[in-house]
T-cell receptor, first 113, second 116 residues
Framework: AQKITQTQPGMFVQEKEAVTLDCTYDTSDQSYGLFWYKQPSSGEMIFLIYQGSYDEQNATEGRYSLNFQKARKSANLVISASQLGDSAMYFCAMRLIGNQFYFGTGTSLTVIP | EAGVAQSPRYKIIEKRQSVAFWCNPISGHATLYWYQQILGQGPKLLIQFQNNGVVDDSQLPKDRFSAERLKGVDSTLKIQPAKLEDSAVYLC??????????????FGPGTRLTVL
């Protein structure tokens, strides 16, 4: 069963605009962690942001914020003021107790000048 | 602080040949992971080490893949013999391994394997 679902294979955004990348997850566990990674064409996975299931506030890291809606089991990534360097694949991932770690299939983001 | 190092960056081999990849994790990181990422997909965990012990190798095709982490530091992943479907990027990651859900994995640049 798919644990992480990213329904947007590709997204386009105008430079300096904000963009939301969708992620939904499936688990019956109460404790879990959610991550977003960026993968540029160079191939390296870059950690962006983390949200714990018990965190009451949405995580933020610079231009990245995580819109965490626990009841809907969604953990969308919001990138504000998009830059050309933001063009990359973005992966949502989840860690469960017991160290299982699941990645989604990714969303390709293209920033248009 | 140096990141996760991997070599080689690229490798082209013919099917039925063997190949080995090397990974050096971030200093002090107890947990090391090997992932396989096929084009157009998310990474799939092959094996996870905690120090020099295996935590999870449930998705490692053990008839052809092997991995070791001697002395609990660097690690090698081997494929013998390779098949066409092994063409992928092999990513190594490490984390502090202190436990907890927020134990963030940091990735190396990956090795792109092409099997002809």
């Amino acid at each position: 069963a798919q644990k992480i679902t990213q329904t947007q294979p590709g997204m386009f955004v105008q430079e300096k605009e904000a963009v939301t990348l969708d992620c939904t997850y499936d688990t019956s566990d109460q404790s879990y962690g959610l991550f977003w990674y960026k993968q540029p064409s160079s191939g390296e996975m870059i950690f962006l942001i983390y949200q714990g299931s018990y965190d009451e506030q949405n995580a933020t890291e610079g231009r990245y914020s995580l819109n965490f809606q626990k009841a809907r089991k969604s953990a969308n990534l919001v990138i504000s003021a998009s830059q050309l360097g933001d063009s990359a694949m973005y992966f949502c991932a989840m860690r469960l107790i017991g160290n299982q770690f699941y990645f989604g299939t990714g969303t390709s983001l293209t920033v248009i000048p | 602080e140096a990141g996760v190092a991997q070599s080689p960056r690229y490798k082209i081999i013919e099917k039925r040949q063997s190949v080995a990849f090397w990974c050096n994790p971030i200093s002090g990181h107890a947990t090391l992971y090997w992932y396989q990422q096929i084009l157009g997909q998310g990474p799939k965990l092959l094996i996870q080490f905690q120090n020099n012990g295996v935590v999870d190798d449930s998705q490692l095709p053990k008839d052809r893949f092997s991995a070791e982490r001697l002395k609990g530091v660097d690690s090698t992943l081997k494929i013998q013999p390779a098949k066409l479907e092994d063409s992928a990027v092999y990513l190594c990651a490490s984390s502090l391994g202190a436990g907890g859900l927020a134990d963030t994995q940091y990735f190396g640049p990956g090795t792109r394997l092409t099997v002809l």
